[in-house]
């Protein structure tokens, strides 16, 4: 059970960062940034996607969790 909510999280933050890139170019043309500015703002999206990769996971497994504990198994 652990090997899969690792694995889970870590498809869940790939998934949810290319998301998140993909929110951020629909959103009109960036301003020109320097090269700490666009690090900062790649490594905040990645801690972001992290972060909600991780609850959705907790939220996931803590739910067959349950789900097996109800079905009496």
Known sequence: M???SVFLMLAM???IAFVMARLE????P???MGLVARGKRG???WINAAALAALATMV???GLHWWR???GG
């Open 60 to 62: 996931v497994m803590g």
């Open 13 to 15: 933050t790939v998934i």
């Open 30 to 32: 960036l301003p020109r």
């Open 43 to 45: 490594l905040n999206r």
């Open 2 to 4: 652990i090997k899969a």
């Open 69 to 71: 504990v109800w079905q």
């Open 25 to 28: 170019q629909r959103g009109g």
